[in-house]
């Protein structure tokens, strides 16, 4: 059985929050059961992009703050790090608060640049992950709950994609194509190679809709913790009210017999999940939908069945970075006009991920918006 240990918390107030990270790791032994004196402790919060904390793309820096500080006191010698996937690290680091938690936990900040080649558990032959993240003595997972237009949620499991440092991600992309069971194969293969000892997840102020930049912050109150990233993310799914079907990440991770995919096998501390108020995210609009017809039919119709990302006009100015960041290259801009080629596109959605104007929207096929009209449904 795996553990995971999950508890209310109202908000991002220091000592509140404090209490309830205390409250939350106490049935899983405390932070001693995680960090010994001595031990170099990286803690890898969501660093996306350099969006302010209130916009919930990233972690919230008083939880990182507060683990960073419990972390200490154990005796262990704390690292904020990650590589975010837009702009530079330090004035990411700034505009997230990171660089003010690291501050007054005297922890150090670093940039994932160096990187080490890892030879692959699984289908995988080889893995290259940032050098400090692999050999870290110890890894505390920080991530945010949020939707998550390819993989339905980024949690535990989806936050460590950030020990592929910057540009090489889009190389996985590319490698994975439109198949989100292989990104998730992917994703639990460098989950394996290096695991977290601990996993805390911020879902006091989680994300829906179109996640993971440019959805929407939805208060949840409730943090989620255990040793098991796996376990943590099908708890952080009943939270979130999505059901596994849904879920390439823990789809996959039940197929490969992972510990912690199962939720019967898994035993909750704290709060029972059946006290935890229901509550069911809206999901992102990029996401496939499922009307049952035959695979024939939606193999011809793909076109008009299949979202395609679409710049709006009117908000987009042309800066290039989705371009850059597309990982088949699938993005032009001519003529001051930008266009997005369906043939080469792999529906990735790192172009929405990236625009740091959100101006990088969504259109859907003819059918599928009628399909989607008819059958009511908004996204799934
Ligand atoms: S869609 Fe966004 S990232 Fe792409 S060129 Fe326009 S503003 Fe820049
Ligand atoms: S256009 Fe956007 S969704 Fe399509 S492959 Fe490029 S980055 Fe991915």
Redesign the pocket.
């Given at each position: 059985m795996e553990s995971v240990s999950i508890v209310r918390a109202s908000g991002y107030d220091y000592d509140e929050l404090k209490k309830a990270v205390c409250e939350l790791l106490e049935p899983l032994g405390g932070i001693n059961a995680f960090v010994s004196s001595g031990e170099k402790v990286l803690l890898k919060p969501n660093m996306l992009s350099g969006k302010s904390p209130e916009k919930a793309v990233t972690t919230h820096p008083v939880l990182v703050q507060i683990v960073s500080e419990l972390a200490r006191d154990a005796g262990g010698r704390v690292v904020i790090g990650d590589s975010p996937g837009i702009g530079g690290f330090l004035s990411v680091a700034e505009k997230c608060g990171f660089y003010e938690a690291a501050r007054k936990s005297g922890a150090a900040l670093a940039e994932f640049k160096d990187g080490v080649e890892l030879k692959g558990g699984g289908i995988f032959k080889s893995i290259r992950v940032a050098r400090n993240y692999y050999e870290a003595d110890k890894i505390i997972n920080l991530p945010k709950l949020k939707t998550h237009e390819m993989m339905t949620l980024t949690c535990a499991v989806k936050n460590l994609f950030g020990a592929v440092i910057g540009a090489e991600k889009a190389g996985w992309?590319l490698k994975a194509g439109t198949s989100k069971s292989l990104f998730a194969r992917l994703l639990l293969e460098i989950y394996l190679l290096k695991k977290p000892a601990l996993n805390i997840v911020d879902a006091i102020v989680a994300m829906e809709g179109d996640g993971p930049s440019s959805g929407t912050p939805i208060k949840r109150g409730i943090l989620i913790a255990g040793a098991n990233a796996v376990a943590v993310d099908v708890i952080a799914a009943r939270v979130a009210g999505i059901p596994g079907t849904l879920l390439p990440i823990e789809r996959e991770a039940a197929s490969l017999g992972l510990s912690g995919a199962v939720i019967e096998e898994i035993n909750m501390l704290g709060e029972s999940i059946q006290n935890i108020p229901a509550m069911s995210f809206k999901l992102p609009k990029g996401m496939d939908v499922q009307f049952g017809l035959p695979p024939l039919v939606t193999r011809i119709m793909k076109s008009h069945l299949t979202s395609?990302?679409a710049a709006d006009h009117s908000i987009c100015i042309l800066c290039g970075i989705?371009r850059d960041?597309?990982?088949?290259?699938?993005?032009k801009i001519r003529n001051s006009a930008l266009s997005?080629?369906k043939s080469?596109?792999?529906?990735?959605?790192?172009?929405?991920e990236?625009c740091p104007h959100n101006a990088?929207g969504i259109k859907s096929g003819r059918l599928l918006r009628v399909l989607k009209k008819l059958s009511g449904k908004s996204s799934v």
């Amino acid at each position: 059985m795996e553990s995971v240990s999950i508890v209310r918390a109202s908000g991002y107030d220091y000592d509140e929050l404090k209490k309830a990270v205390c409250e939350l790791l106490e049935p899983l032994g405390g932070i001693n059961a995680f960090v010994s004196s001595g031990e170099k402790v990286l803690l890898k919060p969501n660093m996306l992009s350099g969006k302010s904390p209130e916009k919930a793309v990233t972690t919230h820096p008083v939880l990182v703050q507060i683990v960073s500080e419990l972390a200490r006191d154990a005796g262990g010698r704390v690292v904020i790090g990650d590589s975010p996937g837009i702009g530079g690290f330090l004035s990411v680091a700034e505009k997230c608060g990171f660089y003010e938690a690291a501050r007054k936990s005297g922890a150090a900040l670093a940039e994932f640049k160096d990187g080490v080649e890892l030879k692959g558990g699984g289908i995988f032959k080889s893995i290259r992950v940032a050098r400090n993240y692999y050999e870290a003595d110890k890894i505390i997972n920080l991530p945010k709950l949020k939707t998550h237009e390819m993989m339905t949620l980024t949690c535990a499991v989806k936050n460590l994609f950030g020990a592929v440092i910057g540009a090489e991600k889009a190389g996985w992309h590319l490698k994975a194509g439109t198949s989100k069971s292989l990104f998730a194969r992917l994703l639990l293969e460098i989950y394996l190679l290096k695991k977290p000892a601990l996993n805390i997840v911020d879902a006091i102020v989680a994300m829906e809709g179109d996640g993971p930049s440019s959805g929407t912050p939805i208060k949840r109150g409730i943090l989620i913790a255990g040793a098991n990233a796996v376990a943590v993310d099908v708890i952080a799914a009943r939270v979130a009210g999505i059901p596994g079907t849904l879920l390439p990440i823990e789809r996959e991770a039940a197929s490969l017999g992972l510990s912690g995919a199962v939720i019967e096998e898994i035993n909750m501390l704290g709060e029972s999940i059946q006290n935890i108020p229901a509550m069911s995210f809206k999901l992102p609009k990029g996401m496939d939908v499922q009307f049952g017809l035959p695979p024939l039919v939606t193999r011809i119709m793909k076109s008009h069945l299949t979202s395609y990302p679409a710049a709006d006009h009117s908000i987009c100015i042309l800066c290039g970075i989705c371009r850059d960041a597309c990982p088949p290259v699938a993005i032009k801009i001519r003529n001051s006009a930008l266009s997005v080629d369906k043939s080469r596109c792999i529906r990735c959605w790192c172009c929405r991920e990236l625009c740091p104007h959100n101006a990088m929207g969504i259109k859907s096929g003819r059918l599928l918006r009628v399909l989607k009209k008819l059958s009511g449904k908004s996204s799934v």
